[in-house]
């Protein structure tokens, strides 16, 4: 995936002191693909935090898809949305985090225009790459980069009638928002294992 | 083979328990200061508040003033009055220890408040706090490690220190001595140095008056010599004898024969004969820092708010911190002791990120906690015990991002813990079990770059699908049809896998025994429901994302 593979080494996907928007329906990919930021990062022995608005995270997963959990800052936020942003905003001015990932979940809170630009303003000072997730876009035009998911396709194994297991998922990734990077337009195609 | 020649240096500091009441208030350093044994008036004033700790009535640092050289003879009579115990709180507050500026204006321990104000009218009074003397000598002591290894308690306000060895370290005596002098000044003590070849002409040095004083190799005896005889804290008997006798100084003393002294004074005449001469009677016993190091601050009024508290906590983090950074230590935790108007104590455990010795960070941490944890009552003493530990240094590698600061990571945990508890902030750790959700919340600690993931161990992990978990699982009504689920969460489910079966703890009363199944709903949602088989229900684990 051409997206992805950027997002490896010096990507757009995750630009030091830039926003980046994954948005998407339940269950197309989006939160995978927030995982797979959050590896990027610390496969490369830097810190990572997660701002887990709902709860949701499963350390399990994440480490199997090669996350070191032992960089990660875990925030639960137990449901709090406001709780969420305060401890965006917190995390945002801390130096030395190469990733501050907010998971906001199927219910996203207002963020103005405002302060999505001194979530960015703060992001660039520090070196920090800022990764919002949610159903629908929040920052606006103060993210770098705004990627969509979608569900493609399911493949199972076993008989057609009876499947035994969950093996694969299509995800389409499309770009809605890129400034300042070349990025390949339409839509591109990634496969993740069960 | 080399003889080794023994140097012994003692740290001394004059009117210690005015000294160590100064500590806590610097304001009063350059004010006549006396500090008092309670009163009855003082315990119906503050009854919440103390002075003498249970705790510190064994140790009896107390109970030393009143063996002290300069302790009056009411003072004696009350420290060795047989039960070990802190000052007996009387009828009248009498005076325990005095300043400089206080003895130049006439005041002497041992005279009672009101003697002691008929001579200085302004004076400063304050009442014994064993927490100051205790957290003093300490802190004196923790400033003579920073120097040597070896070092003796050596009663209120004195310090021995074994510097044998030190000259290829440190310098010769003089610069052992000033190095030791400045210890003591950055813990908030100014300390009399002397250095001699016994303990015992060390300290009599130290106690001449000048700042510091080196008594040469083998010269102690004619050194000491000018001595006034007071210096020993002989008893008044002996001493009185003596001064009958015109023995005013060391030197007098130690030309006395010793066989006649013997005859006439028994063995406390030999032995104030061996002090005279500058020989050491008892074995150096080592000092060991304690486990935990606590500072106290009783204030005079009550504190209700929390900025006010907080300038409180300032200066005893600050104390704290200097006794840490004098022998190069940190604090991994703080045990923050309120006592209360109430009668009651707060106490709070603040735990911190990273071993810190930085008073501003404690300060901030203690703050934020204490502001989600409210003292329920107005203050009216502080008490702060650190946990001592070394903190680690991480060197940087070239090519590695950098990592938060560890005093800009306590920082931002400590907000974070204030803003969702102590329970939501932390490092998640894989509990060894197949149990759904095994997970747990640790400290954030990051690892060094040693523990760094090999390229191996990064290639091999395939970014897969990942599951948002509902905590705690959703119970859901699920239709089955020949062993496989048809319907769930009101929805037609259109392809399902599984079961996958796991159980556990069968042996303990927290089995477990779950099939799982992946299935596809009509409405797109993958989901991942759960039959627990003990309790014959269905639950939502979670959604595929």
């Known amino acids: 995936m051409e997206i992805l593979a950027k997002a490896a080494a010096p990507s757009p996907l995750l630009e030091e002191g830039e926003i980046t928007e994954i948005v998407g329906r339940l269950s197309s990919g989006r939160t995978s693909l927030l995982i797979r930021c959050l590896r990027d990062i610390t496969a490369r022995g830097g810190i990572g935090a997660l701002i887990d608005t709902h709860d949701v995270f499963d350390a399990a997963s994440a480490a199997r898809g090669g996350v070191d959990l032992h960089r990660l800052l875990w925030v639960r936020c137990g449901g709090r949305r406001a709780v969420a942003m305060r401890a965006a905003d917190l995390l945002v001015r801390c130096p030395g985090f190469a990733l501050i990932a907010v998971d906001f979940g199927e219910i996203a809170p207002h963020l103005t225009l405002t302060g999505a630009y001194r979530w960015k303003l703060a992001a660039r000072r520090h070196g920090v790459a800022l990764v919002v997730l949610g159903a629908r876009r929040l920052a606006g035009p103060g993210a770098a980069l705004a990627v969509e998911t979608v569900r493609r396709e399911l493949e199972w194994t076993g008989p057609p009638a009876m499947p035994r297991r969950l093996a694969r998922m299509a995800v389409g990734m499309r770009v809605l928002r890129c400034r300042g990077a070349a990025l390949p337009a339409g839509e591109q195609v990634q496969w993740l294992s069960a | 083979m ?374 329920p009552a107005a203050v009216t003493t502080v008490v702060v015990t650190v946990h001592p530990a070394t903190a680690p240094v991480i060197p940087g590698v070239l090519g590695e991002p950098p990592a938060p600061a560890s005093r800009d990571l306590a920082t931002v945990l400590a907000r974070l813990t204030a803003l969702v508890g102590a329970n939501g902030v932390g490092m998640p750790v894989l509990v060894d079990s197949h149990r759904a959700d095994a997970v747990v919340l640790e400290p954030f600690r990051p690892p060094t770059t040693s523990a760094m993931p090999t390229s191996a161990v990064i290639e091999a992990a395939e970014g897969g699908l990942v599951l948002r978990r509902l905590r705690p699982p959703r119970v859901v009504h699920v239709e089955v049809l020949d062993g496989r689920p048809v319907r769930a969460l009101d929805r037609h489910v259109v392809t399902c896998a599984g079961p996958w079966r796991t159980s556990g703890e069968w042996w303990d009363t927290g089995a477990w025994a779950r099939d799982e199944w992946d299935v596809l709903l009509s409405d797109g949602w993958l989901c991942r429901l759960a039959h627990d088989l003990l309790t014959k229900s269905w639950s939502l684990d979670g959604v595929y994302d």
């Open chain 2, 2 to 375: 080399a003889e080794r020649v023994s140097r012994f240096a003692c740290l001394w500091v004059p009117c210690f328990v005015a000294a160590a009441h100064v500590r806590g208030e610097p304001a009063l350093a350059e004010r006549p200061l006396i500090v008092v044994t309670p009163s009855r008036a003082d315990t119906q004033s503050a009854p919440s508040a103390p002075r003498v700790s249970p705790t510190l009535r064994a140790s009896g640092p107390v109970r030393e003033i009143a063996e002290r050289p300069g302790g009056a003879g009411a003072l004696r009579a009350w420290g060795r009055s047989g039960a070990i115990s802190g000052p007996p709180i009387s009828a009248v507050a009498r005076v325990l220890d005095a300043n400089a500026a206080a003895r130049e204006r006439g005041v002497r321990p041992g005279m009672t408040e009101a003697e002691a104000r008929a001579r200085a009218p302004e004076l400063v009074r304050r009442v014994l706090v064993d927490g100051h003397v205790t957290a003093a000598l300490h802190a004196l002591l923790e400033a003579a490690l920073a120097v040597s290894p070896r070092v003796e308690d050596g009663g209120l306000g004195v310090v021995h220190v074994d510097i044998g060895g030190l000259a290829r370290l440190v310098g010769d005596d003089a610069a052992i001595a000033e190095r030791l002098a400045r210890h003591a000044r950055t813990v908030g003590l100014p300390a009399h140095v002397g250095v001699a070849g016994s303990r015992t002409a060390a300290r009599v040095a130290a106690q001449l008056g000048r700042r510091v004083t080196i008594v040469p190799a083998g010269q102690e005896r004619a050194t000491l010599a000018v001595a006034p005889l007071g210096l020993l804290a002989l008893p008044e008997p002996l001493a009185a004898t003596l001064a009958g006798w015109g023995i005013a100084t060391l030197g007098k003393l130690a030309a006395l024969p010793r066989e006649g002294l013997g005859l006439r004074l028994g063995a406390a005449g030999l032995r104030a004969h061996d002090v005279a001469c500058g020989r050491d009677h008892e074995p150096f016993q080592a000092w060991q820092p304690p486990a935990s190091w606590t500072e106290t601050q009783h204030v005079e009024w009550e504190i209700d708010s929390l900025d006010a508290l907080a300038i409180v906590l300032g200066t005893v983090l600050e104390r704290l911190a200097a006794r840490l950074a004098a022998v190069y230590l940190s604090a991994d935790g703080l045990d923050v002791e309120l006592a209360l108007t109430s009668g009651a104590r707060h106490q709070r455990a603040v735990s911190l990120a990273y071993p810190t010795r930085d008073p501003a960070l404690m300060l901030l941490v203690t703050r934020l906690d204490l502001e989600s944890h409210p003292p």
